[in-house]
């Protein structure tokens, strides 16, 4: 998996990817550019077999303001409705590229995680904050719908649908302790061991059977639009599949051995 990318940061070490975005400055805002080149770097990891566990961390003290008021919202307001669509399409597109991706994605936040960034870290699998994380889907502040990148949708599964429109209606923050309190958050950590609990968290993950983590984040994402019965059926072709891994034979062999099992992801 490529690490040479020109609009953010990126990191791979022991098959672990730690993304953020580079702007600490301006609280890591979005950019046409950086929107467009996670999108791809996020489809390529599909194909990746060298990374096992994204983080997305923040940079500076900050996770993302989202949109960068400049260099996208100011040009937004010149489109026309064709170019729009475009936009929102890419939007929507690197939320796809998260939860289709095949690997499991921690989102490690501190400071503002607001508009898209607050997209980012609900389309991640995990999230870790600090007490100053301030998470807010402020898009009606900016005169836009709260129905922003797959947020009516994925939001309500996360939170419940009523504090979920809380917050996409208000546009208000979520404080940290909330966003752990509603499920939002998995824990929260202090800000200087934010990056290690992240890296700690992504290490025992990595450790595990990575094909069937994949099956798991597969089957995460398809079975929202299934039936029980469906979905009973996808899990029982999933799981069999997994029991023909050489993970699964080297789990049983450990098991009988009483020794830890240690997987190779195949």
């Known amino acids: 998996m490529r690490s040479d990318v020109t609009h953010f940061q990126c990191e791979i070490k022991d098959r672990i990817a730690t993304v953020r975005l580079d702007r600490p400055d301006r609280k890591n805002p979005l950019t046409f550019d950086s929107y467009a080149e996670l999108r791809d770097w996020f489809r390529d ?3 990746a077999d060298d990374v096992d566990v994204v983080i997305f961390g923040s940079n500076g003290g900050n996770f993302s303001s989202g949109g960068d008021v400049h260099d996208i919202i100011g040009p937004l307001t010149k489109m ?8 929102t399409r890419m939007t929507g597109d690197l ?15 501190d400071g503002i995680c607001v508009g898209a960034g607050a997209i980012i870290a609900m389309a991640s699998d995990l999230r870790l904050a600090t007490a100053e994380a301030k998470t807010a889907f402020l898009f009606t502040r900016v005169g836009l719908a709260g129905c922003d990148m797959g947020a009516c949708a994925i939001l309500p599964r996360i939170i419940g649908q009523t504090r ?3 917050l ?6 979520m404080s940290a302790e909330e966003g752990e309190r509603w499920g939002f958050y998995n824990r929260l950590v202090t800000g200087e061991t934010l990056e290690e609990e992240a890296m700690t968290l992504a290490k025992k993950i990595q450790a ?4 069937a ?3 798991t984040k597969t089957m995460l994402a398809q079975e929202w639009a299934m039936s ?11 799981q069999a599949i997994c029991m023909q891994t050489g993970d699964f034979e080297r789990a049983y062999n450990a098991f009988v051995a009483k020794e830890r099992p240690v997987f190779e992801g195949d």
Do not use: D, W
Not at 95 to 109: E, F, H, R, S
Not at 168 to 173: C, E, H, Q, V
Not at 208 to 211: D, E, L, S, Y
Not at 228 to 238: L, N, T, V
């Open 168 to 173: 996409l209606y208000t546009g208000r923050s």
């Open 164 to 166: 979920a429109a809380e």
């Open 95 to 109: 939320v796809k590229a998260i939860v289709n991706c095949g690997k499991p994605v921690i989102a490690a936040v």
């Open 208 to 211: 595990g059977p990575n094909f």
């Open 228 to 238: 029980i019965e469906q979905a009973i059926e996808a899990e029982a072709q999933a």
């Open 213 to 215: 983590h994949m099956m």
């Open 45 to 47: 990891l599909v194909y």
């Open 80 to 87: 026309n409705m064709k170019e729009l669509l475009q936009f």
